[in-house]
Structures are given as C-alpha cells and as structure tokens.
C-alpha cells in the first residue's frame, strides 16, 4: 500500500482548504488512517485520525471544531476538510496508515504543504 497525500496550497487566513489522502491498495478494516503536520522548526504533530472500518474520528484540541476528516471507501481516500485556517496552521501535512494518533505509524505518504497567509 502507499499513501499519495494532495490538495495543499496558499490560502488566506479565514480560508477553507482540503487535502486528500489516497491509497493505492487495500487499507484493513481494523488500521486507520490519520493525519499529522509538522511546520518549520516544530515536531509533527497529530491532527486528526478516522477507522477506516467504523468511521470514527478523533482530532487534536488545535483543530477541533475547525477541521473535519472523512473517509470515502469506493475511493479509498480519507479527506480533510480544514475551515476556519489561522497562520499557525501552515505546515506540511502527512497522512499515515496504522493506529488511530499513534506516533508510530506503519507507512507514511509524501507531505503536502499548506501555508495561511495574512
């Protein structure tokens, strides 16, 4: 499996924003599929996590209410939606298949930059 993460860009703080995260094999029912972003300087970070089997969600405090992660399994992608994007946000954004927030992770995908301007 491997996981090709798309959708980043230069937006405006206030701006809405979503990157995806495909995957070109099967993902198991019992992993997850989350997604981490590290901005220049900082540790990456959990964001946000979906059970590819169940659909249930978690989010770091930072983007709760803010950002939305979804799955669609006929295109075996996971989404996120990110509303309401603030300057801290910027970073390159990695999405990663394995346990639902867990810093080890069983494969990563190439980042996908995301940068909020004023």
């Known amino acids: 499996v491997q996981l090709q993460a798309s959708g980043g860009g230069l937006v405006q703080a206030g701006d809405s924003l979503r990157v995806s995260c495909t995957a070109s094999g099967r993902i198991f029912s019992s992993g997850a599929i989350n997604w981490f972003r590290q901005a220049p300087g900082k540790e990456r970070e959990f964001v946000a996590g979906?059970?590819?089997?169940?659909?249930?969600?978690i989010y770091a405090d930072s983007v709760k209410g803010r950002f939305t992660i979804s799955r669609d399994k006929a295109e075996n992608t996971v989404y996120l939606q990110m509303n309401g994007l603030r300057l801290e946000d910027t970073a390159v954004y990695y999405c990663?298949?394995?346990?639902?927030?867990?810093?080890?992770?069983?494969?990563w995908g190439q980042g996908t930059l995301v940068t909020v301007s004023s």
């Open positions: 990663a298949a394995g346990e639902i927030a867990s810093r080890s992770q069983r494969l």
């Open positions: 979906i059970r590819w089997g169940y659909g249930t969600s």
